[in-house]
């Protein structure tokens, strides 16, 4: 989802307004932050809704649905804030997991499209031999390459987004596995390689 300029500023306006009205209630930094967090996540998940392309008409649209700043300055605090967010029960990452699925994809998809490839082409010859490994050649190439460098990129990513949740995020070994997985077989390919 993409917004533009205006439509960004009508939605960074509305967050700062009802920010100001959590600071004019007493809420603390952290408290006012995962409020606005959760109610820019629920504003954006409702433009998509709308349109791939938000205009300020569906901004306008939908700041009218959600609670006006003003019913958040009406609130008091919660009370034991630091409390909640210790006891709710952390999820699974789930960048890290469309990580590791990007991973496993580029292992299955080029063993598939190369065993295809093999059972649908003639019987060999001298010259159909070199042609068909060349196409079982570039099948991994094109879709072992993409998929493992999207997998790698998710899985940093995801170690990123946990180690800054505050332990509402967990699979920090999945994301590790996502993000070196490729990296440690490229080694170990150029140690083989040239020792």
Request: aromatic share 6%; hydrophobic share 45%.
């Amino acid at each position: 989802m993409t917004l533009s300029q205006d439509t960004r500023q009508r939605l960074d306006a509305h967050l700062d307004a009802v920010e100001q009205a959590l600071t004019t209630a007493g809420n603390t930094r952290e408290q006012r932050r995962a409020i606005i967090d959760d109610l820019e996540a629920q504003i954006n998940e409702m433009l998509a809704a709308r349109s791939a392309s938000p205009i300020l008409a569906d901004v306008e649209a939908v700041l009218a649905q959600v609670d006006p700043p003003s019913a958040y300055g009406n609130a008091a605090p919660p009370s034991i804030p630091s409390d909640t967010v210790a006891t709710s029960k952390p999820r699974y990452s789930r960048t890290a997991i469309w990580g590791l699925h990007c991973i496993l994809a580029s292992l299955v998809v080029p063993a598939t499209m190369a065993l295809l490839v093999y059972l649908l082409t003639e019987p060999p010859s001298a010259n159909s031999g070199a042609c068909t490994q060349f196409s079982i050649g570039s099948c991994m190439i094109c879709s072992t390459i993409p998929l493992g460098i999207l997998g790698t990129v998710l899985g940093w990513v995801a170690f990123g987004q946990i180690r800054a949740s505050q332990g509402q995020l967990r699979g920090t070994g999945l994301a590790l596995f996502d993000g070196l997985f490729y990296l440690v077989v490229l080694m170990l390919v150029l140690l083989l390689t040239f020792a």
